[in-house]
C-alpha cells in the first residue's frame, strides 16, 4: 500500500511538472504568434507613418528635462492605474 | 487613520502602516521570506504590520500601490514596439509576470489580504519624493529623485511644501543615470540591482583624476550632460531596452574588451572603469543639483530613488551645491516607496497637516526577552543572562576589545538596507587584521571593500571630516567623508583606501545601549568607534528573527550573540555548527 502511496505521489508531481512545461511551451507559443502578429504589424503601421515609441535617437538640445508638472490631483484620479 | 503603503513585483517588496500619519510598522518582504531582494507580493510584511498595531485588514482605511501600472506596462509595449523583432525574448520572457500579475495588482490585493476597499495609485518618482519629503525635518524643500526607472521617468525634480510635492521636470526612459551605472555594473561582473554598491567600493582604487582616467573620457560619448545637469544617453551603446543583457557590442568595444564573467579576477582596468562611471555620475548629480537650488532658491535638499544611495556622492554634496542641509530616505531604493505612498495619501491627498518625522530607522519587528529565552531553551541551547543593562554594556565593550565578532541582535529591526544598530555585527576597528578576520570568519567579502565604522554623533567630527553640523543621513549610513589623517592607521579596519570611511553616527536617543556600548569601549581602546556590518550570511538579508541570528553565528565565525539580555558563546554549542559558505552565494 505504501508503495503505491509513493507511486502515486511521484506520479502526480511529475504530471504537474509535465504540465508546467506543456504550460511554458504552449506560452511561448502563443506569445511568439501575438509578437509577431501583434507587434509586427503595429510596428509596421507605425514605420509606415513614422511614429516613434522610444527617444533613443541621439540629437542634441539646449537641455534634455522634460516638463512634468506633476501635482497633487483630485482623489478619484489617484483610483487609476494610468 | 490607517493606511496601508505597498511596493512590490519589481525588487525589494515592502510594506508600511501609517497610523494617523505616524509611520507604526515598516519593512522588506525579503527579512521574512529569506530571498534577497524579494520581488513577490509582501504578504508576510503586511501581516507583521497588521499584527504590530493588533488590527486586521478590515481596520485599514486606504491601501497605495507605488505606481501606475498601466503606464509601466505601457512603457514596456513601446520597447517592443520600437526595438521589434529585436525584443522578442524578453517579450517572451517578461509577458507572463506582467499578464498574471503586475497588470492585476488589484485583484491580487484585494485577493490575498481579502480586502473590499478600492486602491489608490501615485506615481512611482512621486512616491520616492514623497518617501522623503513627507518624512524629512523640512517644512519646505528642493527635492530630487532619481532610479532606474520608474513608469517612464527615470529622474525628477521640484519642490515640497508642507503637505505638498510638485515634481516639476523630468528626464524619460530609456535616459537613466541609474541604468548607466546598473550597465557598468553587469559589465564588470557583478549583479545588476545588487552589486553597485561594490562598484562604488570599487572606485578610490582606480584612477580618480579625470584628466588621467581614459575610461572617463571613453564614458563622455556615452552620455551628453548640459550645465543644467539634464543628460542623455547614447543608446547604441545600451541594450537594456529590448534585451536583458546591458551593454553592447559597441560599449563592450569602447571599453576595450568582453562583458566581464561573475567572479571574474578584478584588475585596475576594473577598478578605472568603476573610478570613470563614479565619476560621471558625480558630475551629473552635482549639476543637477546646482540647477535644481538655482530653480528652488530653497537650501534644504532630500533624495530618493536608487542614485541617493550612492554614498560617496552623497558625501560631496554639501561641499560642492549651494545646498545647506540634507535628508535622505534609509531605504531610498524601490523598497522605501511603500513609506511614500502611504504618507503621500495620508498627508497630500487627504490634506492631513505633517506629524511625523523620520527620526531613526527603527520600523521592523522586535522580540521580547521571554520570546528570546522561549527560543533559546526550546532548542537546548547554552546561554548566560546579563545581569542588567550596565553589565551588558561592559562585557559586551570587553569582549569586542578582546578581538571577538560580536552579533548583536536587539530591538526594533532597520528600515532599508543597512543594518544600524539592531542587527549588526560588531567588531574592533583598531585591529590592523580586523578586517581580514571578518572576512574570513563572516563575510567573505571582496577584499576591496572597507567595513563602516560607528561613532556616537558627539564623536564625529572628532574623527571625521564631516560636514557640520553633521547632517542626519549620517544617521543611516548613506554620507562617506574623510577619516582624518592622524587617524588613518590608528582605524585601518574602516579606513578606505582614498583615506574615507561610510560612517554611521548613532544618537543615544536612538539606541541606547548601542551608544552605550561604542562609548564604553572607547574607554578601553581611547578609539569610541566600532565596526558595523550587516548582520546576515552572505547572499542572504539581514536577519529577522531569533532563529535566523542564531543559524548566522553557527554557520559564521561569529564568536558571541547578544541577543536581547542573553549571551551565545559558539563554542557552547557545537552540535550546532555548520558552514554557511558552502551554501552562501551573491
Known sequence: MNKINAFLKEFKTGLGLFGQNIALFVNSFLLFVVYLTGVG???????????????????????????????????KEYYRQF | MYVLGISCFYHDSSACLLKDGKIVAAVEEERFSRKKHDNSFPINAINYCLDSQKIN??????????????????????????????????????????????IRVVKIIKKQLKYKGDVMFIEHHMA??????????????????????????????????????????????????????????????????????????????????????????????????????????????????YKDRMPSKKLCDLLEGPIYKRDSKVTQKHKDIAAAVQLITEDTI??????LYNETKCQNLV?????????????????????????IQPNASDGGTSIGVACYIYNTIFKKKRNYIMTNAFLGPEY????????????????????????????????????????????????????????????????????????????????????????????ALEYFDCDKPVPEPTDYMLMVYPVFKKWHKKIPSVTHVDGSGRLQTIRRSQNELYYDVIKEFGKHSKIPILINTSFNIRGEPIVCTPFDAYK???????????????????????????????YARD
Open chain 1, 41 to 75: 504589424f503595429t510596428w509596421i503601421f507605425a514605420k509606415l507613418v513614422g511614429k516613434c515609441f522610444l527617444d533613443i535617437k541621439h540629437e542634441k538640445t539646449n537641455t534634455y528635462w522634460d516638463d512634468l508638472n506633476l501635482k497633487t490631483k483630485p482623489e
Open chain 2, 57 to 102: 485588514i478590515d481596520k485599514i482605511d486606504h491601501i497605495g500601490f507605488y505606481e501606475k501600472p498601466f503606464l509601466k506596462f505601457e512603457r514596456i509595449l513601446y520597447q517592443h514596439l520600437e526595438m521589434f523583432p529585436l525584443s522578442l525574448k524578453t517579450f517572451v520572457a517578461s509577458m507572463p509576470s506582467w499578464l498574471n500579475e503586475k
Open chain 2, 128 to 241: 520616492h519624493a514623497a518617501s522623503s519629503f513627507l518624512v524629512c525635518p523640512f517644512e519646505k524643500a528642493a527635492i530630487l529623485t532619481v532610479d532606474g526607472v520608474g513608469e517612464w521617468a527615470t529622474t525628477t525634480y521640484g519642490l515640497g511644501n508642507k503637505s505638498n510635492i510638485h515634481l516639476m521636470k523630468e528626464i524619460k526612459f530609456p535616459h537613466s543615470l541609474g541604468l548607466l551605472y546598473s550597465t557598468i555594473t553587469a559589465y564588470l561582473g557583478f549583479s545588476v540591482n545588487n552589486s553597485e554598491y561594490k562598484v562604488m567600493g570599487l572606485s578610490p582604487y582606480g584612477q580618480m583624476n579625470k584628466e588621467k582616467n581614459k575610461y572617463y573620457r571613453k564614458l563622455q560619448k556615452v552620455i551628453d550632460i548640459k550645465e543644467d545637469g539634464s543628460y542623455k544617453l547614447d543608446m547604441s551603446y545600451f541594450t537594456y531596452h
Open chain 2, 286 to 291: 552635482m549639476k543637477m543639483l546646482t540647477h
Open chain 2, 303 to 327: 533624495m530618493a530613488g536608487g542614485v541617493a544611495l550612492n554614498s560617496v556622492c552623497n558625501g560631496k554634496i554639501l561641499k560642492n551645491t549651494p545646498f545647506k542641509k540634507i535628508w
Open chain 2, 368 to 459: 521580547s526577552d521571554k520570546e528570546t529565552k522561549d527560543f533559546l531553551d526550546k532548542n537546548k541551547i547554552k546561554y548566560t543572562s546579563f545581569k542588567d543593562e550596565k553589565d551588558l554594556v561592559k562585557t559586551t565593550a570587553k569582549l569586542i576589545y578582546d578581538n571577538n565578532v560580536i552579533g548583536w541582535f536587539r530591538g526594533r529591526m532597520e528600515w532599508g538596507p543597512r543594518a544600524l544598530g539592531s542587527r549588526s555585527i560588531l567588531s574592533d576597528p583598531t585591529n590592523p587584521n580586523m578586517q581580514e578576520i571578518l572576512n574570513s570568519k563572516v563575510k567573505h567579502r571582496e577584499k576591496f571593500r572597507p567595513f563602516a565604522p560607528v561613532v556616537c554623533e558627539d564623536d
Open chain 2, 552 to 582: 548566522c553565528m553557527m554557520g559564521t565565525g561569529i564568536d558571541y550573540l547578544v541577543m536581547n539580555k542573553y549571551l551565545v558563546k559558539r563554542e557552547d554549542n557545537p552540535q550546532d555548527m555548520w558552514d554557511c559558505e558552502k
